[in-house]
């Protein structure tokens, strides 16, 4: 039942991650003009850029909502529902009137939407790691999980694959039809996922299988903030690491068309790659990290990502398009995916089983808010001349850093988990 439950969490989070990147990509490219076209055209994608961060506001209420749930009454049936309210949420967007047609309305509506992806994503892919380790052996128990957050990066490459035919549409042909395609395509993807995930059994945790684990909290939010306040701050400043995703999925667009001739195609190009090694990196981390130890794993992966962050934007700024492609995949597919295959497990181990939804659901999505606006906050530290990429650059650092010191202060809670066999 394990490997049956690393694939349905690796398929919920490409599925999961898909929809969420799609915005952030459509925001980077036509958002602006489509719904905020009464500003500058720089305005405007600042604008886009920030509703971008408004899902992730909502993503502490989705794992404080969804995680009390599925500390209470399991997993599985709580991860059935935030599949269909963010696959939802995506094809809605793809119905939105725009600016031009309803006004004000326009908006209004897309952040609404945004907001539904928020709640949805608050519980999904750690709900998806959670039941995956608790249905897995001690000995594979990081290469299974690390396959949703895996998902998450091959997730956020078919949304830039998906855009790459969109961009070589005709302009217009991109602002009136072509742009939501990929968003229609979410149901689809996500009636499979679904279908897929009836057939995982329930998590041991709430099969009465252990007599310490068969009453769960009656509010688990409650012992959380009481009992586990350490654990609630590491997970939240290692979770500074996930920032990776937007600084290239995302801002990696905005410093190529502000500093480089290197057009949206060979950009989205480079995510898409970074996707599909990614596939091999994960896994190859997560076995190595039963030899090295997982802490130590996460302070050098940590700070690898530090001094990687400066050395690609940098590249986009200066380098040609094969050295931008190469930088990008192995800075997302190499360096974060150390600390990417180990997060699932890392995390979970902070908080004891009882209350482990709602602990790592409430610091990482925490954590979350400020890495939904990113790409807004690394946008608009942006300066003039050739150098104007240094600030967010410096700044993505810091974050890195802090997530290397979070990993090293880390401990793991004394408490043996309730593990099924493989």
């Not at 004000?104 to 928020?118: F, M, N, Y």
Request: glycine fraction near 10%.
């Amino acid at each position: 039942m394990g490997k049956r439950a690393a694939l349905s969490g690796f398929f919920g989070s490409v599925i999961e991650f898909y929809d969420f990147t799609l915005y952030g990509t459509a925001a980077a490219l036509w958002f602006g003009a489509l719904f905020f076209p009464a500003s500058s055209p720089t305005i405007g994608t600042l604008t886009a850029l920030a509703t971008f961060g408004v899902a992730y506001i909502a993503r502490p209420a989705g794992a404080i909502l969804f995680g009390h749930f599925g500390d209470k009454v399991g997993r599985k049936r709580v991860l059935q529902a935030t599949i269909v309210l963010m696959g939802g949420s995506s094809a809605l967007i793809g119905t939105l009137p725009t600016y031009e047609m309803v006004g004000i309305a326009a908006p209004a509506l897309l952040v609404l939407c945004r907001l539904a992806q928020g709640l949805s994503a608050g519980g999904e892919q750690i709900g998806a790691s959670l039941l995956t380790m608790e249905h897995s052996s001690d000995k594979k128990r990081t290469l299974y999980t690390s396959w949703t957050p895996n998902g998450s990066v091959v997730g956020a490459a078919l949304a830039a694959a998906v855009f790459i035919p969109i961009t070589a549409l005709p302009e217009e042909a991109q602002l009136s039809w072509g742009w939501r395609i990929p968003f229609l395509l979410s149901v689809i993807t996500v009636a499979f996922v679904w279908v897929l995930r009836r057939g995982v059994a329930e998590s041991p945790v709430f099969e009465g299988q252990d007599s310490e684990e068969k009453h769960p909290e009656k509010a688990p939010l409650a012992v959380v903030i009481r009992e586990h306040p350490r654990a609630l701050f590491t997970v939240f400043i290692c979770a500074f690491i996930h920032m990776a995703a937007p600084l290239v999925s995302v801002f990696s667009l905005v410093v190529a068309a502000q500093f480089s001739d290197i057009g949206e195609a060979e950009m989205l190009t480079a995510i898409t790659l970074s996707g599909v090694v990614s596939l091999f990196a994960v896994p190859i981390w997560a076995v190595a990290s039963n030899h090295i130890g997982q802490k130590r794993l996460w302070v050098a992966g940590s700070l690898l990502c530090a001094g990687g962050a400066i050395v690609l934007l940098g590249t986009i700024s200066y380098g040609s398009a094969a050295l931008v492609i190469l930088v990008t995949v192995l800075f997302k597919a190499v360096v974060f995916s150390c600390p990417l295959a180990l997060s699932p497990v890392f995390y979970a181990r902070q908080f004891p089983p009882q209350v482990r939804y709602t602990g790592v659901g409430l610091a990482q999505q925490s954590s979350y808010v400020i890495l939904g606006f990113i790409p807004a906050i690394c946008t608009a530290l942006l300066g003039s001349g050739p150098l104007g990429w240094l600030p967010p650059a410096i700044f993505m650092c810091c974050m890195f850093v802090v997530a290397a010191i979070g990993g090293a202060w880390s401990r793991d809670f004394e408490q043996k988990d309730h593990v099924a066999p493989t």
